[in-house]
């Protein structure tokens, strides 16, 4: 389980005009909220936040936030960021309660390299990159992670192949795809090519049925003219 210590200052003003000034001074205003215990404003330093963050993943890193002599174990449930610049506008922290279990996502790491990418020429394209887990706090781990060296062109990973600490509940569906290993590109556009062609092959070599056509037409009607012709000879003629 990841940990890292953070110290913020307790604030008493509220509201957007309180918050404003507060950005203005390089602070970022945050609230700590709870089980069984009132919502805490707090005020952070903007240079001091940023540079945790660079350096942790957010959404599963246990932070010990110290507001005086006050330590509390938290997490952060959510960044909210201006919708252009980006700046951090305000962070939410869950205080953790020991026994709780908390919903959080970690990350997926996949380990070496799979022989179809080795010897097959394959891709590896790895699909889901976070896994939804319940755990209590305590136990958070910092990622879990999947073999992929034996994996040949046309296999895949679940959710269900993955392998979580004991105590650790997964959420997603087991069904969700993670990673799979596919057919180099060119060979994806050759199959297609191939299938294109048997296809056309397929329509050309039936027969087309049509009707009776006009050559046939024309032979019938000279044949009975010709016939005409042949009984028609004038009676004068013996």
């Known amino acids: 389980m990841a940990t890292v210590s953070f110290n913020a200052t307790a604030r008493d003003a509220v509201g957007k005009g309180a918050a404003r000034t507060l950005r203005s001074k390089g602070e970022i205003p945050a609230v700590i909220y709870g089980h069984g215990r009132e919502p805490q404003p707090l005020s952070l330093n903007a240079?001091?936040?940023?540079?945790?963050?660079?350096?942790?993943?957010?959404?599963?890193?246990?932070?010990?936030?110290?507001?005086?002599?006050?330590?509390?174990?938290?997490?952060?449930r959510e960044i909210q960021r201006h919708p252009i610049r980006r700046q951090i506008l305000h962070v939410d922290f869950q205080a953790l309660v020991a026994g709780e279990k908390v919903t959080v996502s970690i990350p997926i790491l996949l380990q070496g390299i799979p022989e179809g990418v080795r010897l097959g020429g394959g891709v590896l394209d790895q699909t889901l990159r976070e896994v939804e887990i319940e755990v209590d706090p305590s136990n958070i781990p910092d990622h879990v992670e999947y073999d992929v060296t034996n994996l040949v062109i046309g296999d895949s990973v679940h959710v269900s192949d993955l392998k979580v600490p004991e105590g650790v509940k997964v959420l997603d569906d087991r069904e969700t795809s993670v990673a799979v290993v596919a057919a180099?590109?060119?060979?994806i556009e050759?199959?297609?090519a191939v299938e294109a062609v048997e296809g056309a092959e397929g329509v050309a070599a039936e027969p087309e049925v049509i009707g009776k056509g006009l050559g046939d037409e024309e032979e019938g009607e000279g044949g009975d003219e010709s016939a005409g012709k042949k009984g028609g000879e004038s009676p004068g003629k013996k």
């Open 47 to 76: 240079r001091d936040l940023d540079k945790m963050l660079g350096h942790i993943q957010a959404e599963s890193t246990v932070i010990e936030v110290t507001v005086g002599s006050t330590t509390s174990k938290t997490l952060i």
């Open 184 to 187: 180099p590109r060119a060979v």
């Open 190 to 192: 050759e199959t297609a």
